[in-house]
């Protein structure tokens, strides 16, 4: 099966050709740093972080970019309200956003652009649209003219006659109401940059259009954000840059909200989960579980009760893997054998990276490998080890890759759990021994409860996370 994405451009699911063979290049929009995420905000890059993974596993060298926001309206309020520069807001929150992409075994990207750093850039794409008809100054404003690009709107779905204003910069400098700011002039006590139109500040929707090109060139492969993303942010970056003669994306990959009550996730809704204090509470190895384990598409509605279900899942292959590891006898960290991932793994991922399909192939190869380890089934315990390591490095779950190998307690934690999981079964035994069979059963059932179930083979009694 060939690798097929849905694309938002053409509302299908388009097989997946690279501009160039063997290459892809990816520009995800990444941060606008106001303030510390929430899992919210950390979804997408945990999305994209799992394309790219599937991308390199079926061996294209990508090039993923992922800017930051680090001048706007929000983050310049920031400042004023906690008296301190724009930048130093900034810098606090990408910081903090590049904490929690670590803490979640996101990927670093190969470029990651700040707008502020780009402004060149964005002044030579401006005066290409102004020069081509699309653009003009109005007092100091530079703005987009949406009239001008018949394509507007294509990739929401919506006609300009029945869009809302733009409401960006000064309305006076517009020459329609739903044209778009690509350049703010500068206002007193805000940071400024010269341009031939007067000194000022980028708008949001240039960044992208003038970044993606320099670091993917006119045209790439892959643009990707979160579903909030599509308007008007995404469809300005296509007007911009089609109407100044860029490709851009041949393709539009966008993932969906995490939601509380049903409701996006929102500092507005005063429900934001800040991924901070999330990890404090949860594994980040057992959050980015959860975060993956639904369809990118789709809507996750968080829950604590939730999060606990899909921890107990990763635990039910982590410990498959730790008790595999020891019981074959492996020497540290296990090599990955690319080959042994079940066929069915590879088919779910090619379709649109169907993880929730995926997982299903890996807990069957989890449930053999209990199985296998049960009757003691050396072969298979090897084949059933090798194919759920191969498909959770896929997913960055791998207990034995970063960040996870620092965090996880290694294999001396696993060796006291089962050791005193081993005190347990021989009290138990010990009862059976001695006829006490209401004992026996009450250990039993407490293991039980626990998530932990007990095999009695004729070499004795195994446990396995249930």
């Given at each position: ?34 303030a ?8 997408s ?10 991308l ?34 900034a810098m606090r ?13 996101c990927?670093?990207?190969t ?24 653009g003009y100054?109005g ?13 507007y ?20 400098g517009?020459?329609d ?14 940071p ?20 993606a ?17 599509i ?11 089609k109407?100044a003669?860029?490709?851009?994306a ?6 969906a ?8 996730m929102s ?65 540290g960290?296990?090599?990955v054998v ?18 929730p ?10 449930r053999?490998?209990?199985a296998?380890?049960a ?12 194919a ?16 996870w ?15 005193l999981?081993?005190?347990?079964l ?5 009862a ?6 209401a004992?026996?059963d ?18 004795g ?6």
């Amino acid at each position: 099966m060939a690798l097929q994405f849905y694309d938002t451009a053409t509302r299908s699911v388009r097989e997946f050709v690279p501009l160039q063979d063997g290459k892809v290049g990816v520009y995800l929009c990444g941060a606008t740093v106001q303030a510390p995420p929430h899992i919210g905000h950390i979804r997408s890059g945990v999305a994209f972080d799992v394309i790219r993974r599937w991308l390199l596993a079926r061996d294209y060298d990508v090039t993923f970019v992922r800017n930051v926001t680090d001048i706007d309206d929000k983050i310049l309020a920031r400042g004023i309200d906690q008296g301190i520069p724009y930048w130093d807001v900034a810098m606090r929150n990408e910081r903090a956003f590049t904490r929690a992409y670590d803490a979640l075994g996101c990927l670093p990207p190969t470029y990651e652009p700040r707008a502020t750093g780009h402004i060149p850039e964005m002044v030579a794409l401006m005066q290409r649209l102004i020069d081509a008809g699309h653009g003009y100054a109005g007092g100091g404003d530079v703005y987009f003219d949406v009239r001008s690009f018949p394509e507007y709107g294509a990739l929401s779905g919506q006609r300009p006659d029945d869009m809302k204003d733009a409401a960006d910069a000064d309305p006076r400098g517009k020459r329609d109401a739903r044209d778009f700011a690509m350049w703010k002039s500068a206002k007193a006590g805000e940071p400024a940059w010269d341009t031939p139109w007067g000194p000022g500040r980028p708008g949001w929707h240039i960044e992208c259009s003038a970044m993606a090109a320099k670091y993917l060139g006119t045209t790439f492969d892959i643009h990707g954000g979160g579903l909030d993303l599509i308007f008007p942010h995404h469809e300005n970056e296509i007007a911009q840059s089609k109407a100044a003669g860029d490709g851009f994306a041949r393709y539009w990959l966008h993932n969906a909200w995490v939601t509380t009550a049903g409701e996006k996730m929102s500092k507005s809704l005063g429900n934001s989960l800040l991924v901070d204090q999330v990890v404090q509470r949860v594994r980040p190895v057992e959050l980015r579980y959860y975060l993956a384990g639904a369809h990118y598409r789709s809507m996750l509605e968080y829950s604590d009760a939730h999060v606990e279900e899909a921890g107990q899942g990763y635990r039910r292959i982590e410990g498959f893997l730790e008790r595999a590891h020891r019981s074959l006898g492996i020497d540290g960290t296990p090599t990955v054998v690319r080959t042994s991932r079940p066929a069915a793994f590879d088919v779910a991922m090619d379709d649109d990276i169907g993880v929730p399909q995926a997982l299903a192939v890996l807990h069957d190869a989890v449930r053999a490998g209990n199985a296998a380890l049960a009757a003691e089934d050396a072969a298979e315990v090897r084949r059933a080890f090798d194919a759920v390591l191969a498909m959770v490095d896929v997913l960055g779950l791998n207990p034995w890759s970063e960040p996870w190998a620092s965090t996880k307690g290694g294999d001396r934690e696993a060796e006291v759990i089962d050791a005193l999981v081993q005190v347990v079964l021989q009290q138990r035994q010990d009862a059976r021994a001695r006829k006490d069979f209401a004992a026996a059963d009450a250990i039993r059932d407490g293991l039980d409860s626990m998530g932990i179930t007990v095999e009695d083979t004729p070499s004795g009694a195994r446990w396995t996370l249930s």
